[in-house]
C-alpha cells in the first residue's frame, strides 16, 4: 500500500468536516491541529512586517503588496505554530525582495526546504499555485486556507493546515502546477513524512560511519556519528559508536560522554555501562568503574561483564 493511501483517506474525512467546521483545534504549540486561530496579539507583528515590506521595496501597488505579504506570513505563522523548532524559518534579511522561493528549512537539515501557500475563498474552489523554481527548491508544499479576507482592518484569523504535498509529486504544467484540497494527503501526515526525509539521510551516515570504524578509520567514523546525531539527536547508536571511535583514538573522556549520551536515551543499555565502566577505570576513577560494571551486571546478569570487576 502507497504511504499516502491512509493520508488521502484521512483527508475525505477531513474535507467533510471542514463543510460542518468541525475541526480538530489544539493551541499547544509543536501540536498537530487542524485550525489555529491568530488574535490581535499575534497578528500586529505581521501586519508591521508587511509594512516595512512596503516602505523598503515601494511597490507600485501597495495595497495589494500588503495583501499578498500578509496572507504569506499567516501561512507561515501556522507552520511555525504546528511544527515549532522542527523547522527553521528563512531570515528574509539574506534575500532582496523575498525569502528565496523557501520558506522554512528543516532545523536538522537546511537543505530540505518547505513552501507555504496561503489563500482565502472556498475551499473546494481555490487552489494553490507553485512555481517550477519553487518545486526545486523545495521538498514540500505546505497549503493553508484563510478563512477571512485578509485586509489591514481584520484583526483575527481563523487559518486551517488544509494539507500538504511532496514536491516530487507535483506535475507542472507551462512552468507552475495548481493543486486543490482533494489532491493533498492530510495534514497529520507532513512531520512524518519530513522525518523520513532525514531518516534516509541518517541512516546512509550511519552506515558510513560504521564502515570507517570497521576499516578504524576513527577520524571520518566519528564525522559522520556527528552528522547522524545532527539529524537524530536521540540517535543512541550513534553515541554508542561515536564513543567507541574516540575511545579507540585515546580520548577517552570524550567517550565516556556519548556513552554517557547513550545511557540518558536508553538506560537499559548495559554494554554502555560496560564499556564506560572499562574508560573510567582507565582514567583511575575506580568507585565509577565499579559503579559502571555494577549496573552492567543488573541489567544483564547473564553476560560476562564481571570478569573486569
Given at each position: 500500500?502507497d504511504?499516502?493511501?491512509?493520508?488521502?483517506a484521512q483527508?475525505?474525512?477531513?474535507?467533510q468536516r471542514?463543510k460542518?467546521?468541525?475541526?480538530l483545534?489544539w493551541d499547544e504549540k509543536?501540536?498537530?491541529?487542524?485550525l489555529?486561530?491568530i488574535?490581535?496579539?499575534?497578528?500586529?507583528p505581521?501586519?508591521?512586517?508587511?509594512w516595512?515590506?512596503?516602505?523598503?521595496?515601494?511597490?507600485?501597488?501597495?495595497?495589494?503588496y500588503?495583501i499578498?505579504?500578509?496572507?504569506?506570513?499567516?501561512?507561515?505563522?501556522?507552520?511555525?505554530?504546528?511544527?515549532?523548532?522542527?523547522?527553521?524559518?528563512?531570515d528574509?534579511?539574506?534575500?532582496?525582495?523575498?525569502?528565496?522561493?523557501?520558506d522554512?528549512?528543516l532545523?536538522s537539515?537546511?537543505s530540505?526546504?518547505?513552501?507555504?501557500?496561503?489563500?482565502?475563498?472556498?475551499f473546494d474552489?481555490?487552489?494553490?499555485?507553485?512555481?517550477?523554481?519553487?518545486?526545486?527548491?523545495?521538498?514540500?508544499?505546505?497549503c493553508?486556507?484563510?478563512?477571512?479576507e485578509?485586509?489591514?482592518a481584520?484583526?483575527?484569523?481563523?487559518?486551517i493546515?488544509?494539507?500538504?504535498?511532496?514536491t516530487?509529486?507535483i506535475?507542472?504544467?507551462?512552468?507552475?502546477?495548481l493543486?486543490?484540497?482533494d489532491?493533498?494527503?492530510?495534514?497529520?501526515?507532513?512531520r512524518?513524512?519530513?522525518?523520513?526525509?532525514?531518516?534516509s539521510?541518517?541512516?546512509?551516515y550511519?552506515r558510513?560511519?560504521?564502515?570507517c570504524?570497521?576499516?578504524?578509520?576513527?577520524h571520518n567514523?566519528?564525522?559522520?556519528?556527528?552528522?547522524?546525531?545532527?539529524?537524530?539527536?536521540n540517535?543512541?547508536?550513534?553515541?554508542?559508536?561515536?564513543g567507541l571511535?574516540r575511545?579507540?583514538?585515546?580520548?577517552?573522556q570524550g567517550a565516556?560522554e556519548d556513552w554517557?549520551?547513550?545511557?540518558?536515551?536508553?538506560?537499559?543499555?548495559?554494554?554502555a555501562?560496560?564499556?564506560r565502566g572499562?574508560?573510567?577505570?582507565?582514567l583511575?576513577?575506580?568507585q565509577?568503574?565499579?559503579?559502571?560494571?555494577?549496573?552492567?551486571i543488573?541489567?544483564?546478569?547473564n553476560?560476562?561483564?564481571?570478569?573486569?570487576?
Open positions: 500500500m504511504w499516502t493511501t491512509p493520508l488521502k483527508q475525505t474525512d477531513f474535507i471542514l460542518s467546521a468541525k475541526l483545534h509543536g501540536q498537530h491541529s487542524e489555529t486561530v488574535s490581535d496579539e499575534r497578528s500586529k505581521l501586519r508591521n512586517f508587511c516595512e515590506m512596503i516602505r523598503k521595496y515601494k511597490p507600485n501597488d501597495p495595497q495589494n500588503f499578498n505579504n500578509m496572507k504569506g506570513k499567516l501561512g507561515e505563522e501556522v507552520v511555525k505554530s504546528r511544527l515549532a523548532d522542527f523547522v527553521t524559518e528563512v528574509y534579511e539574506k534575500h532582496i525582495g523575498g525569502d528565496g522561493k523557501v522554512f528549512t532545523t537539515d537546511s530540505i526546504g518547505i513552501q507555504v501557500k496561503a489563500r482565502n475563498g472556498n474552489k481555490i487552489q494553490w499555485s507553485i512555481s517550477q523554481e519553487e518545486i526545486e527548491k523545495n521538498s514540500v508544499l505546505v493553508i486556507l484563510i478563512q477571512e485578509v485586509s489591514e481584520q484583526a483575527e484569523y481563523n487559518l493546515l488544509a494539507g500538504f504535498l511532496p516530487n509529486m506535475t507542472l504544467s507551462a512552468g507552475k502546477a493543486v486543490g484540497i489532491e493533498l494527503p492530510y495534514s497529520g501526515g507532513l512524518s513524512y519530513l522525518e523520513s526525509l532525514t531518516s539521510e541518517a541512516d546512509e550511519m558510513l560511519g560504521n564502515e570504524l570497521e576499516k578504524e578509520d576513527y567514523a566519528i564525522t559522520y556519528y556527528t552528522q547522524v546525531l545532527q539529524l537524530k539527536p540517535n543512541k547508536d550513534a553515541y554508542f559508536y561515536r571511535a575511545y579507540y583514538l585515546g580520548d577517552k565516556i554517557t549520551q547513550a545511557i540518558k536515551i536508553d538506560p537499559n543499555l548495559a554494554l555501562y560496560f564499556i572499562n574508560a573510567r577505570d582507565d583511575a576513577d575506580k565509577g568503574a565499579i559503579e559502571d560494571y555494577t549496573q552492567a543488573k541489567i544483564d546478569p553476560k560476562a561483564f564481571y570478569i573486569r570487576r
